[in-house]
């Protein structure tokens, strides 16, 4: 596992840096800023259904995590959420992490039980949330069919582009339901262009701050409907 260093990003809220990478798990102008931005509101928000399944690549310091429960709790909305992360961070890192203090201090140990809840079991961690953590290689995924929105939050294509293939974005496609949507912050064109390919219905949105745009796929089944 590469070093790495817990910095404090632009609104406050911390975040990780890889120096080896020279990559943030976040945007430097804001985590929690961008993660709601990018997830939140373009994800679940905009996705109208009572029960939801997610699938997310890279759990990281599981900010959008977290933040998906507070927004399950807070919509009466039922979240069923499975994250992959193969470079788990270590209990200090854990706690060197602010996000409860800024979000919702009373949900601290929430929070911590995202982080000690056991790998490859799904677990209630709420009456609104259950999650499976997967200590394993998201390149590898293999769920067909069974997830309503993939939050894709990989480190940059520039510099994991083996985490941007389109064999394994299509493990990704394949994962979805029908008019599931893919969100991720990158709107690189190749990247566009392979999800196309795939046969996702693309959407350009204004990005969060410091970000021109962002991206959300959508998976069509009839092929007349794609972009
Ligand atoms: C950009 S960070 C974002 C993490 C997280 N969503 C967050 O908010 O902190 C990317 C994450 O993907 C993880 N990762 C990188 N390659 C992976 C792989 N092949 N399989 C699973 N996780 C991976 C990294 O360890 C890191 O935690």
């Given at each position: 596992m590469k070093q790495r260093q817990i910095i404090i990003t632009e609104d406050g809220s911390s975040s990780l840096y890889i120096p080896a990478l020279n990559e943030h798990y976040h945007s430097v102008h804001g985590a929690i800023q961008e993660s709601m931005h990018i997830?939140?509101?373009?994800?679940i928000e905009y996705y109208n259904h009572q029960t939801i399944h997610i699938l997310e690549a890279g759990f990281g310091t599981g900010l959008n995590c977290y933040l998906t429960l507070l927004n399950a709790q807070s919509t009466n909305r039922h979240i069923i959420y499975h994250t992959y992360e193969k470079y788990p961070l270590t209990t200090e890192e854990i706690n060197a992490l602010n996000y409860p203090v800024f979000i919702s201090p009373e949900t601290q140990d929430i929070f911590h039980s995202l982080h000690g809840s056991p790998w490859e079991e799904e677990i209630?961690?709420?009456?609104?949330f259950t999650l499976c953590k997967h200590?394993?290689?998201?390149?590898?995924v293999s769920h067909p069919s069974?997830?309503?929105?993939?939050?894709?939050?990989?480190?940059a294509p520039e510099v994991q582009p083996h985490l941007w293939t389109i064999e394994v974005l299509q493990k990704f496609y394949e994962a979805l339901k029908d008019n599931g949507i893919f969100v991720t912050y990158c709107v690189k064109g190749i990247i566009k262009q392979r999800l196309r390919d795939l046969g996702f219905k693309i959407k350009r949105l204004p990005g969060p701050p410091g970000k021109r745009e962002m991206l959300r796929a959508t998976k069509i089944s009839d092929a007349h409907d794609k972009e």
């Open positions: 997830f939140i509101q373009a994800g209630k961690i709420t009456p609104y200590q394993a290689d998201f390149t590898e069974m997830f309503d929105i993939v939050f894709f939050d990989a480190f």
